[in-house]
């Protein structure tokens, strides 16, 4: 089985940073994208950033500029550095990621439980 915690949630006042970290534990044998997702209450769930192994990024258009997704493929951890944050970036996030378990399996996608992040005005 494969884990996946989020951590560095908060509230925050508009204009704050927060830095989220995701930790993936278990039974890793690979990891190819990570990557971070939210979503606000009443919405979907949607892309915020990605990251591969090879360290090539991804962003929303919401986030671009503002966001920056890093990983540690020694720890298995990524990472979201949120600056200039904005009343809307309030959202649950959560951290995803595609795994192989084993030489012989495919890349499954698993997900953490979520991490609030309030941003006032």
């Known amino acids: 089985q494969v884990q996946l915690v989020e951590s560095g949630g908060g509230l925050v006042q508009a204009g704050g940073s927060l830095r989220l970290s995701c930790a993936a534990s278990g039974s890793i044998f690979s990891i190819n994208v990570m990557g971070w997702y939210r979503q606000a209450p009443g919405k979907q769930r949607e892309l915020v950033a990605t990251?591969?192994?090879?360290?090539?990024?991804n962003y929303a258009d919401s986030v671009k500029g503002r966001f920056t997704i890093s990983r540690d493929n020694a720890k298995n951890t990524v990472y979201l550095q949120m600056n200039s944050l904005k009343p809307e970036d309030t959202a649950v996030y959560y951290c995803a990621a595609e795994v192989k378990t084993g030489w012989f399996t495919k890349y499954e996608n698993y997900w953490g439980k979520g991490t609030q992040v309030t941003v006032s005005s």
């Open positions: 990251i591969t192994s090879s360290i090539n990024t």
